[in-house]
């Protein structure tokens, strides 16, 4: 990140929408005509109170008539004094920002893989358990071969693009922001340039990071079908761990197929 981003950033999180530097900055973009006028407008003296200032020395007289004795009168108490606070400075808008983010802590980076298949007319996402791409004797792609049999859907399904399971972080180094909306703006921008090129009659999302990352819910919506805006009607089931490890969880994987089944067999 440059400086002129590093500044905007510390501006935002400062809630500051107007601002004009006193100086030129280095690596600052040009600044907007509208904030110059204004900046040249404050800096013009108001005429009309110089004007109609009373002169310094006009007062000083004044005050000094009204403090002199009355000749037979006993001397009047003077009023106390009281010291006027001094203005304290604001502390420089870089030193706030860094105290900002000091005070706020920035919540790591999510770290997921999924792998992006096609089998027959669907389009799967299924979160990897190892974050490495299936092998055909893994026992996560056996059972994923096994639910697609089950599905009516074919076995063996293809890598889509060049094979490379979507990860997360993109990048380990570095200022860019890698949060969790960033992720799921990433996921779903993978998803919809899919569905544009091929399109597909039903999309299953298999495991909890493809369901918050792609369908925007938590790992305990499963066993329905989602509508995801911009992508449309989803499957969303459990990992594949989590199937291999409660057997119990394929009697309801089995009747959700039955249940959304029609919506690819109609359509193939």
């Known amino acids: 990140m440059n400086a002129e ?3 905007r950033a510390y501006l935002d999180a400062m809630q500051v929408t107007c601002w004009l530097p006193r100086s030129l900055l280095p690596f600052a973009a040009p600044s907007r005509p509208e904030l110059l006028a204004l900046d040249q407008a404050l800096a013009e003296p ?3 109170a110089a ?3 009373v002169p310094v020395a006009s007062i000083a007289v004044a005050v000094d008539v009204a403090e002199r004795p009355v000749p037979g ?3 009047r108490p003077q ?3 009281v010291a006027r606070p001094q203005p304290v400075a604001a502390p420089p808008v870089a030193e706030v920002a860094e105290a900002v983010a000091r005070e706020t802590p920035k919540a790591p980076p999510p770290r997921f893989a999924l792998q992006l298949l096609r089998a027959g007319s669907c389009l799967l996402l299924v979160e990897l358990p190892t974050g490495e791409p299936f092998q055909s ?3 996560g792609y056996v059972l994923l071969k096994d639910i697609l049999r089950a599905g009516g859907l074919p076995d063996r399904p293809q890598q889509v693009g060049d094979g490379e399971p979507i990860r997360w972080p993109l990048l380990h180094r570095g200022s860019l922001d890698q949060g969790a909306e960033a992720a799921r703006d990433y996921v779903q921008g993978v998803l919809m340039a899919e569905l544009e090129q091929m399109g597909c009659d039903c999309l299953w999302l298999v495991g909890g990071a493809a369901l918050r990352f792609a369908g925007e819910v938590e790992d305990d919506a499963c066993w329905r079908e989602l509508d995801i805006d911009g992508i449309g009607r989803a ?3 459990p990992g594949l761990e989590a199937l291999m490890e409660e057997p119990a969880s394929k009697a309801e994987l089995w009747r959700m197929l039955k249940r959304s089944m029609p919506r690819w067999v109609m359509g193939s």
């Open 5 to 7: 981003l590093r500044r």
């Open 235 to 237: 499957l969303a089931l």
């Open 137 to 139: 004797r893994d026992p």
């Open 46 to 48: 108001d005429t009309a």
């Open 73 to 75: 009168e006993p001397p």
């Open 79 to 81: 009023p106390e004094r």
């Open 51 to 53: 004007a109609t200032d």
